[in-house]
């Protein structure tokens, strides 16, 4: 951490010891101060969840960042903690929690989004699934759609219930995209943590079936599929 900003290091050294935080899956390092995280990770790789955390804090939907800086090696992003209670944290109430999941993730897709900086979550959907040159395009991806403003990896450590607010984190794969990618992340990961797909209807039927086509979220799903 020698390289880290003066301002983020005052910041820190005014919260005392940093403390290493396991929760997640990504690949940055994670240290948490008291009501602080520092999220560090190789050079350029922050700065997108930094630009779209502070967007979807003006649209009400995550807080503001408190500090973002990069040097030649690492990038540093400081935040608070969310409020409330992350909805992996609310396993005993499955059915609530997926149903407040599913209206969480339908109010963010309502967000009128023609402003947001960075419209790219298909193409880069696309782009990683093209990495592996034996797979074809999945059917349904000619499909796809820019319909809403999506968080891109809608699990459910990401999405904070705090009163009737909603509150999501870890935003570097947030855009604008096809809704369908966040159905079928917040579907896959009630499945996962609560080892049934009932779940999944259950918010499904919150977020309201009016406005899911199950040719792109089928799409969606394959797309985001890359253990093969």
Not at 17 to 34: F, H, I, M, P, T
Not at 203 to 208: E, H, N, T
Request: net charge negative; with cysteine.
């Amino acid at each position: 951490m020698d390289g880290m900003d003066p301002r983020i290091r005052a910041l820190l050294d005014q919260l005392g010891a940093l403390e290493r935080d396991s929760l997640g899956r990504s690949n940055a390092q994670v240290y948490r101060a008291k009501d602080r995280y520092l999220k560090i990770a190789p050079r350029g790789t922050l700065e997108r969840a930094a630009v779209m955390q502070d967007y979807f804090a003006r649209k009400g939907f995550s807080l503001p960042v408190i500090a973002y800086d990069s040097d030649g090696e690492s990038d540093y992003l400081l935040t608070a903690a969310a409020p409330g209670r992350a909805a992996v944290d609310l396993l005993d109430r499955p059915e609530w929690m997926a149903a407040r999941l599913g209206e969480a993730v339908r109010a963010l897709h309502e967000v009128d989004a023609a402003d947001c900086p960075l419209a790219d979550v298909n193409e880069r959907a696309i782009a990683l699934y093209e990495r592996n040159p034996a797979r074809t395009l999945p059917a349904g991806t000619a499909l796809l759609r820019k319909d809403a403003l999506v968080h891109g990896d809608c699990c459910l450590p990401n999405v904070f219930f705090s009163g009737q607010s909603a509150c999501f984190i870890d935003l570097g794969d947030a855009g604008v995209g096809d809704r369908h990618f966040d159905l079928y992340w917040a579907q896959w990961s009630l499945e996962y943590n609560l080892g049934t797909g009932a779940y999944g209807e259950r918010m499904f039927d919150a977020y309201g079936r009016d406005a899911i086509d199950k040719a792109r979220l089928s799409a969606c799903a394959a797309l985001s599929n890359l253990a093969d």
